[in-house]
Structures are given as structure tokens and as C-alpha cells.
């Protein structure tokens, strides 16, 4: 490699920060090469160019533009989508469950978030695919939402005394308007067919001997939003502040 400009140093590492995910295709190395397809984190790029990755496999080589070939991905980010949730119970004396007030239902809230964990451990011991990807092992399509979004699972938080089910997205860089509506309908099947239908048959048991039913879903009322979409004028505030 020949000697590399400041201008060329401070353009890569601008392009390419530290935390960025590099893919491997070839590495030159006639001695002990990485395997092709090996992903790993980039640590830096040094004063001559060379790119130091902390591979994914425990080792740490660099990499050297137009020797070796690779790809940089950007840095991933976490993606929160927004859902409203319902909590129920049954009366000994009503055969209909009963729909908590939303702040009473927001003190079950620890409850519920362990309840969830648990649901995404049983589901990560299905398999691999499952135990890193979590609810977009599920996700069926070929498409630039499969290769973006890492990994999703659900989770619940309050905000506003409010209880509000929350799919947890770690994304490969930026999506789309069109890859975010078609994640948001892959969330809301797993909300209402999947994952989210076998979760609202498990009764949680809590204080006072009270078993609670939470719904990811329901017919009415609800939708699916980014936090900036859910609560933009909140955290506008809080930025100004």
C-alpha cells in the first residue's frame, strides 16, 4: 500500500468511526488469513491506513485497503417502536376480563418486563437463529430489512404514568421510510399472531393473589411508533433543556 494522504486518513476515518461492523471477503495473508464471512468491530484506523478490527472469532488483525477486501458497515443503533398496552384480569363473579385503568396497570410493570424476559429466553432456546435474532428470525422476506435490522424483542416501559410495550430494534445503519413501515408490520403480526397472542394467555400471578393477562395488542386504540413519532414534542423539550 502506498503512502496515504491526511486528507485520504481523515476522509476514512470520518467514513468508517470506530464501532463500525466490518465483513470480510478476502484477506491476503499467506500465513493465518481470517475466514472469509468472518464479521468483526472496528477498533481504529492507524496513521498508515491499516484497519484494526477486533474479529467476531477472538482475534485482532488488521486489514489493508487494496490488499485485502472487506466491507464496512455502518455503526448499528437501537430502535425503539412504541405500542400501547392493556392489562386484564378475571372477577370470581365475571366470566369477562376486566381491563385495568392505564396507571394501574403501569404498576405492573416489573412484572410484566420479567414476564416478557422470560417469554424471550424459552424463545431463544428454539435455537441459534432465535437466541441472535430474537423476533426477526421470524421475518420471512429476502429484503434490505432482513440484512438491517439485527436483531428485535420486546420489552415494556412506562412513560406518562402509561404502560406502552416496546420492540427493541438493534439496526445496521439507516432505514428507509419504506424499511420502516415494513419492519412495523412484521412487529404488529408478532404483536397480534405471534409472539404477543401466546404471551396474553399466560396468566402473571402478582400481589394480593391477582393473576394479570398484558396485551401487546388490541383492536382499538393502538399503533405502532417510533419514540420520536410517539413522544417528539417530549423529547424536543428535553433537548432544549
Not at 474479529?55 to 477486501?69: Q, S
Not at 430474537?134 to 434490505?144: N, W
Not at 432482513?146 to 420489552?155: A, I, L, N, W
Amino acid at each position: 500500500m502506498g503512502q496515504i494522504t491526511r486528507s485520504r486518513l481523515s476522509f476514512l476515518r470520518e467514513q468508517y468511526p470506530a464501532g463500525s461492523r466490518v465483513r470480510l471477503r478476502e484477506m491476503r495473508d499467506p500465513y493465518c488469513p481470517v475466514r472469509p464471512g468472518t464479521t468483526g468491530t472496528l477498533a481504529y484506523i492507524d496513521d498508515v491506513g491499516t484497519f484494526h478490527v477486533r474479529w467476531d472469532d477472538g482475534r485482532d488483525l488488521g486489514l489493508i485497503p487494496g490488499e485485502d477486501r472487506f466491507s464496512v458497515l455502518p455503526p448499528q443503533q437501537t430502535l425503539k417502536l412504541y405500542m400501547p398496552m392493556t392489562v386484564g384480569y378475571l372477577d370470581g363473579g365475571c366470566p369477562e376480563e376486566i381491563v385495568m385503568g392505564s396507571q394501574e396497570a403501569a404498576e405492573y410493570a416489573p412484572e410484566i418486563i420479567s414476564a416478557l424476559d422470560w417469554e424471550r429466553r424459552e424463545m431463544e432456546e428454539d435455537g441459534p437463529e432465535e437466541a441472535e435474532r430474537g423476533l426477526m428470525a421470524y421475518y420471512y422476506e429476502e429484503d434490505s430489512v432482513e440484512e438491517k435490522v439485527q436483531s428485535c424483542h420486546f420489552t415494556a416501559e412506562v412513560r406518562d404514568r402509561q404502560l406502552w410495550g416496546v420492540a427493541v430494534c438493534r439496526v445496521q445503519g439507516e432505514l428507509t421510510e419504506d424499511e420502516l413501515e415494513r419492519l412495523k408490520e412484521h412487529i404488529t403480526g408478532q404483536a397480534s399472531d405471534g409472539f404477543g397472542e401466546g404471551f396474553e394467555q399466560r396468566e402473571i400471578p402478582v400481589a394480593d393473589g391477582l393473576e394479570i393477562y398484558p396485551h401487546l395488542w388490541q383492536r382499538r386504540g393502538w399503533s405502532i411508533q417510533t419514540e420520536q413519532e410517539q413522544f417528539g414534542q417530549q423529547l424536543g423539550g428535553m433537548v432544549l433543556g
